[in-house]
């Protein structure tokens, strides 16, 4: 198994600019979560999915952040425009069962908006 | 409300040292307790993880944890710490009416001296 699949590991954007991050779950993982970490603020759950459909988007920061699951095997978050508050590591997650497993996180996107 | 606390932000200690980090809840059942430990520039690994049943349970990399209910606790232990264990450790819980999501502890970050 390939784990959680994020990409890309680094991108550098410059304000303004959208940005897309991907993920790619573990098959047969019907959970998908997205959080962001900063040392200012540590991990934030920005929203999780269930079955391709949202459940909770509360964490999202503003709408300038939109996160889509077409599919069982892929999803994206969006920045649109993108801000240098924006600078952070975005951690993709995945789980069938999080109260009995927990999460698998992938390795997570490093975004600098300068 | 529904929590994990971990009240040291850092811990230094010896290589050879023993280790305990702290982790206390705030669940009214039985809560779903993991700990995992992020090695910098990584993503989160699950290092143990307690539902039910036997009390300590036993990890990845030679670490175990206490579930003790009198006192809203779940520490992590290892009995001989290595450099390559210096890492940021989370505390992490789930229960109650939002399955699906895990409450973060803010993290202990560990440092090994030599």
């Known amino acids: 198994d390939a784990g959680v699949i994020q990409s890309p590991r680094h991108e550098v954007t410059e304000m303004g600019q959208e940005v897309t991050l991907r993920c790619k779950p573990i098959s047969g993982h019907d959970y998908l979560f997205w959080y962001r970490q900063t040392m200012m603020r540590g991990l934030e759950l920005l929203i999780y999915?269930?079955?391709?459909?949202?459940?909770?988007d509360s964490g999202m920061p503003e709408d300038r952040f939109s996160a889509k699951m077409p599919n069982a095997s892929f999803s994206t978050l969006k920045i649109q425009p993108s801000e240098p508050r924006d600078s952070a590591v975005y951690f993709c997650?995945?789980?069938?069962?999080?109260?009995?497993?927990?999460?698998?996180f992938g390795s997570g996107t490093r975004l600098t908006v300068v | 409300a529904q929590s994990v606390t971990q009240p040291d932000i850092h811990i230094t200690v010896s290589e050879g040292a023993s280790l305990e980090l702290r982790c206390n809840y705030s669940y009214g059942a039985t809560p779903y307790l993991f700990w995992y430990v992020q090695s910098p520039g990584q993503g989160l690994q699950l290092l143990l993880k307690y539902f039910s049943g036997d009390t300590l349970v036993q990890g990845i990399k030679g670490f175990e944890a206490e579930f003790k209910r009198s006192q809203s606790s779940f520490n992590l232990r290892k009995p001989s710490v290595h450099w390559s264990d210096a890492a940021e450790y989370f505390c992490v819980g789930a229960g109650g009416t939002s399955y699906g999501k895990l409450t973060f502890g803010q993290g202990t970050i560990l440092t090994v001296h030599p």
């Open positions: 997650a995945s789980s069938s069962n999080p109260h009995n497993d927990g999460y698998t």
């Open positions: 999915f269930n079955n391709n459909v949202p459940i909770d």
